[in-house]
């Protein structure tokens, strides 16, 4: 099953593992591309199989790849990252949403509700948008210092902000009156 965006749980054999691979059409790419707020997005794919895990539970195992541009934070050129992950999901038939509001989900849970379509595709925009960076940044690009101030003021630097740096200034002029 090729190309198959998603697939009916009612449909997949209990008894083997059901093969996907997705390589998101121009059209397709562009889209995401857009959706994710991308600058550039090639050779996207995903591909792995979904399987059953006891009598009601599925997990779906995938490797997702792609190659990413996106505008570097400090100089907004475009910056190119390679990403190719492992993506682990596990669809749970007896899902339940906690009702404490404290409660948090652990960082690493992979757990979802089972629905009745587990669909690859929306796992692999998922894991891409997941997997990009967050301050992509050109090699070499730093940022410079800022300094704001009302007109006709000494703007403050980050030497200014130290406590004790005119605690040293005043050290040095009292040992000069010596």
Do not use: H
């Not at 562009?30 to 199989?49: A, C, N, Y």
């Not at 800022?146 to 980050?158: L, R």
């Amino acid at each position: 099953m090729s190309n198959t965006t998603s697939f009916r749980v009612s449909d997949l054999p209990q008894n083997a593992p059901t093969p996907f691979d997705l390589r998101p059409a121009t059209t397709a790419l562009e889209q995401i591309r857009q959706d994710l707020g991308l600058l550039g997005l090639r050779k996207l794919s995903f591909s792995g199989e979904v399987q059953a895990q006891g009598k009601r539970d599925w997990e779906l195992n995938g490797k997702l790849g792609a190659t990413v541009i996106q505008p570097c934070v400090v100089t907004l050129e475009p910056v190119t990252t390679r990403i190719d992950i492992p993506v682990y999901r596990t669809f749970l038939a007896d899902w339940a949403d906690p009702d404490d509001p404290e409660f948090e989900i652990p960082e690493e849970d992979e757990s979802e509700p089972l629905g009745p379509e587990i669909d690859p595709a929306l796992v692999m925009i998922e894991a891409l948008s997941l997997a990009l960076p967050q301050y992509p940044r050109k090699d070499g690009a730093e940022l410079g210092q800022a300094a704001y101030t009302e007109p006709g003021k000494q703007a403050m630097t980050d030497d200014d902000a130290k406590p004790f740096a005119g605690l040293a200034g005043l050290r040095d002029v009292l040992k000069k009156d010596e």
